[in-house]
């Protein structure tokens, strides 16, 4: 008689709810992934000159161009900063460990993190288009389609960008310096300090292939009613696939 190894729907079901609960009561988490890029967003639009057009961006407003930046700053919180130490957590405690020897196998445990934590950034984002769009009244993305496959690609690269984070970090204090040292470099290619717009041309061609200044590029093409473009695109998937075999490759259950 053969036995399915997979664990009952219930089970998963049971803990992707778990982890959701667990979740909402790290306020840390709820801050950085759920507010922070709204209010960075919202203080950056308090600032008179950001809501006047600039010839350096095409006529566009700084806090236009400034919407699809917080938006990457979601999913960089949220892959970056909430779920490593989440997960380095859990193998430091030995929880992945005992329940690998249960039905409900760590595996599940490992996606309902990664299906939480891209919910939350999803969520973040359309949280800051609303507020762009009422507060200050910055266009909704001309191309929703396009801009809807972009964010997707976005956080799936996040996502394993915070896997590899998380595999080659053994503890969960190391999990959080290692994402704060690779914070610091995506923060600057998606934009945050400087918009990619607004970057000298040879610096924008460099982070361009990065998967963040990718990311940048394929939004903001979308946002402005074009298609994201295909090399954006097949940046994004290439690091995709990349971090993601790293992180299968590199990860360890104890």
């Known amino acids: 008689m053969s036995t399915s190894t997979a664990p009952p729907r219930s089970a998963t079901t049971a803990v992707l709810r ?7 009561r790290e306020p840390g988490s709820l801050f950085w992934v759920m507010a922070s890029p709204t209010i960075l967003l919202a203080i950056l639009g308090l600032i008179p000159s950001f809501r006047e057009a600039s010839a350096d961006l095409g006529g566009r407003r700084t806090i236009d ?43 599940t445990l490992l996606t309902a993190q990664l299906v939480l934590h891209g919910a939350a950034a999803l969520v973040s984002a359309v949280v800051v288009i609303t507020v762009g769009r009422l507060a200050f009244g910055v266009a909704l993305p001309g191309n929703p389609v396009g801009y809807a496959l972009a964010l997707l ?75 994201p473009g295909l090399a954006a695109l097949a940046v994004m998937l290439v690091w995709t696939a990349v971090l993601t075999g790293a992180s299968v490759r590199w990860f360890r259950w104890q």
């Open 65 to 107: 161009v400034y919407v699809p930046v917080a938006v990457l700053f979601a999913v960089v919180m949220s892959g970056l900063q909430a779920m490593p130490p989440v997960l380095a957590g859990y193998r430091e405690r030995g929880i992945l460990r005992r329940m690998s020897t249960t039905p409900v196998r760590a595996g």
């Open 18 to 24: 778990t982890e959701t609960r667990l979740f909402t």
């Open 153 to 227: 690609l976005a956080v799936a690269v996040g996502l394993a960008l915070g896997s590899a984070v998380c595999a080659v970090s053994r503890t969960q204090k190391t999990a959080t310096a290692v994402g704060t040292l690779v914070f610091f470099p995506t923060m600057f290619t998606a934009g945050v300090w400087v918009p990619v717009q607004a970057m000298p041309d040879t610096l924008q061609q460099i982070v361009r292939f990065s998967p963040y200044g990718a990311a940048s590029e394929a939004l903001d093409a979308a946002g402005s009613g074009g298609w």
